[in-house]
């Protein structure tokens, strides 16, 4: 029994906020605005798998009116997601994510955000695939306005 999900996540970014993807802090002068530590990637890839066993999307099971997750790790976050769907019986076969994202270039930053999120998602690093694009100077993300996520997974019943 297969399952997929896909999962999209938007932050705007501000000025005086770190810019954390996938657990990374990735060098910028703007940061993700937003509740938790707004880690857009490691959001959308929650989503993703909230939305493979219908469960609804983050802001149901963290809503950002509870202080509690004001600031929250987001890894945490997706680790508890994760819990959701193996206590339902299901695994993570691979998850694939495009972060829009003008600048910084993320390339370098890629493969240190794949470690703990295959380790998160206790998976072999192979089964996580990051990809970063720019917004081509279009639209929010061109302008250096937003960082945008899109994430697909793929879960198995064992
Ligand atoms: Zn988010």
């Given at each position: 029994m297969f399952?997929?999900?896909t999962g999209h996540d938007t932050h705007r970014l501000v000025a005086g906020?770190?810019?954390?993807?996938?657990g990374v802090?990735?060098?910028s002068d703007r940061g993700t605005d937003g509740h938790s530590d707004g880690d857009a990637l490691t959001h959308a890839l929650a989503d993703a798998i909230l939305g493979a066993v219908c469960e609804g999307d983050l802001g149901v099971h963290f809503p950002d009116s509870d202080a509690?997750?004001?600031n929250a790790d987001s890894l945490q976050l997706l680790a508890r997601v994760y819990w959701l769907a193996r206590?339902?019986?299901?695994?993570l076969v691979n998850a694939d994510a495009t972060i829009m994202l003008e600048r910084p270039k993320l390339r370098?930053?890629?493969e240190p955000m794949r470690e703990p999120l295959a380790t998160t998602l206790q998976v072999d690093l192979s089964c996580v695939s990051v990809k970063a694009k720019t917004?081509?100077?279009l639209d929010a993300v061109g302008r250096g306005e937003a960082v945008t996520v899109d994430a697909v997974v793929l879960l198995q019943q064992s």
């Open positions: 399952r997929i999900g906020r770190p810019l954390i993807l996938g802090l990735v060098e509690q997750w004001k206590e339902r019986g299901y695994h370098e930053h890629i917004g081509e100077g």
